[in-house]
């Protein structure tokens, strides 16, 4: 019976771990063979990896593959920084708050279906293609998720734990920071999450429409001189940046919302 | 009973919930007082208004008629001096067992230290020592049920209400609690209201015992109860008590 089950675990294991090694064995030997019988449509992964190497020896736009990597990195931190400022604080007001709630409601049942990436035009229209645009763009596209993601988990509140707050003596702030705030965080936290991947898209796709540096400039760049390589470089960065963040997030909630891993 | 102080006087108590489909009585003019230092139990049937009743006493809820007097004023809404156990629990799942039960004195304004110390006191007198960092969810429901007693004792309240608080416990724990809540209460004299469905329970526990009818709750009777403590469940005045009462009751209980 052990060694039975024991068994089962080791078959398990392998496949746990077999499976998505396998998965990206597969795709390696696709992109080999597809690139192998089509080399204008797709360059070899030597050629991508040699491409990756001459980022740093070769500074794209006077700087490294880190120095993009970098570049949009910091203009979607700035903006996620102030959007969780506001975006949480916000969404606490209008889950909290009925009134709040009743004239900010519609305005973000309005808002909320419209992709971060349709601003795009409008951003650049009216401030162009500095910093600043960038930062705006990606704050308007993780703002609406926060709020809504927030407000919906502080509506989430169980009235007898209201009651309990009420009971036991606690004021309106306390109710709020001790019982409310807390129940909403996995849903704030969804939030986050959100946040962060739609933020990372919509930088990039703001990159693209212009800017001198940044990963999605690469992009551009790569894709308007006809270097397929130097596109799937950027592309490769983007997708592992994106993992990452997921990745330090993850951990990130096990230490805020220990209740929920525990 | 040697003190018939009142503590609080129920007055005319009704409540009606309105809805779209009509309108349901769950509590129909019910009356009663609650002497100090007394422990008053209330039974009655499932889905009665129990619940509903202690909400409003506690001051969480809205009565539609009647009124409740407290220290010999009349009182509306929250009572700071009452605290409560509740039959759903109702613990925070993002705190742990000691953040749960010093909730009251973190709400006062305590110091950490101080707090700590008082919580860890009614963690070790329910049972729970050991446990203080655990989540509610990684206990089983009569240990849950143990923290929502410990909380509320340690909010140190001149009214305790206590609602079927052993609802959730096998027997045998149910007796311990029973046992050990009365030591407590004899040890910190305080005024306790306790709910239960249960009549052996009522009988055991009760100084007095307000009996409720079967929906809407009205009181059906009152029972002063004399047997003196520890009561011994088959001792023939408890089972004649037991019997009287059980009679007298309607049929869901
Ligand atoms: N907010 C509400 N709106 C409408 N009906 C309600 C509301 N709260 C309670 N009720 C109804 O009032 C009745 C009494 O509920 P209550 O929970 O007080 O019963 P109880 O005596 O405590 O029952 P139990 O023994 O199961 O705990 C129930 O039928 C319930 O559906
Ligand atoms: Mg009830």
Redo the contacts between chains.
């Keep these: 019976m052990d060694r039975m089950s024991s068994g089962q675990k080791t078959v398990r294991t392998v496949l746990y771990w077999g499976l998505p090694v396998l998965a990206v064995l597969l795709i390696i030997v696709g992109w080999i063979t597809f690139s192998a019988s089509h080399p204008d449509l797709m360059p070899a992964p030597v050629d991508v990896w040699d491409r990756f190497i001459r980022t740093f020896t070769r500074p794209i736009a006077k700087t490294t593959l880190i120095g993009h990597a970098w570049a949009s990195l910091r203009r979607v931190l700035i903006a996620l920084l102030i959007a969780w400022a506001f975006g949480i604080g916000f969404g606490i007001l209008i889950g909290w708050n009925r009134k709040a709630r009743a004239f900010f409601g519609s305005i973000f049942e309005v808002i909320r279906p419209i992709p971060p990436i349709a601003w795009i035009p409008i951003v650049i229209m009216w401030f162009g293609i500095g910093e600043f645009p960038k930062v705006l763009l990606v704050f308007i596209g993780t703002f609406v998720p926060l709020v809504i993601n927030t407000s919906a988990g502080i509506e989430m509140v169980d009235k007898i734990n209201l009651h309990v707050g009420r009971i036991f003596g606690g004021n309106d702030m306390q109710i709020l920071k001790e019982i409310v705030i807390p129940t909403a965080l996995p849903s704030i936290f969804a939030g986050i999450r959100t946040s962060v991947s739609s933020g990372w898209t919509t930088v990039l796709a703001a990159e693209m429409m212009g800017a001198q540096q940044g990963l999605g400039s690469l992009v551009t760049r790569g894709w308007q001189g006809s270097d397929l390589s130097l596109v799937l470089v950027a592309v490769i960065t983007i997708a592992v940046i994106g993992a990452l963040l997921a990745v330090i997030l993850q951990q990130l909630e096990k230490v805020v919302c220990p209740w929920n891993s525990k | 009973m040697e003190q018939q102080v009142k503590r609080m006087e129920i007055r005319h108590l009704s409540k009606t919930f309105f809805s779209k489909k009509g309108y349901f009585t769950a509590i129909d003019d019910v009356s009663f007082d609650v002497y100090d230092g007394e422990f008053l139990v209330i039974l009655g049937p499932g889905r009665c208004g129990k619940t509903v009743m202690l ?1 409003i006493i ?3 809820e809205d009565a539609t008629e009647g009124q409740i007097i407290y220290n010999g004023k009349e009182w509306k809404g ?1 009572n ?1 001096e ?3 156990v ?1 039959q ?1 629990l ?1 613990l ?4 742990t067992v000691i953040e749960n039960v010093e ?2 004195l ?3 304004g305590m110091k950490k230290e101080e707090r700590r110390e008082i919580a860890r006191h009614y963690i070790k007198l329910v049972g729970l020592e050991g446990f203080e960092n655990y ?1 509610p ?2 206990l089983s429901g009569g240990m849950q049920q143990r923290v929502g007693i410990a ?1 509320a004792y340690a ?1 140190n309240p001149k009214l305790l209400i206590m609602d079927e608080p052993f609802g959730k416990l096998d027997a045998q724990t149910r007796y311990q609690m029973q046992e050990d809540l009365l030591k407590i209460w004899e040890k910190e004299k305080r005024t306790i209201i306790f709910v239960t469905n249960n009549i052996e329970e009522a009988c055991y526990l009760g100084d007095r015992i307000i009996l409720l009818s079967d929906c809407p709750a009205k009181v059906k009777e009152v029972y002063p109860i004399d047997i003196p403590r520890p009561r011994d469940m088959v001792s023939r005045e408890f089972l004649e008590l037991r019997t009287t009462i059980s009679d007298n009751t309607d049929l869901s209980i």
């Excluded at chain 2, 925070?92 to 705190?95: A, D, E, G």
């Design positions: 909400n506690a001051g969480v929250l700071p009452i605290g409560m509740f759903k109702a925070m799942s993002f705190k909730l009251a973190k709400f006062r989540y969810k990684q909380r909010a």
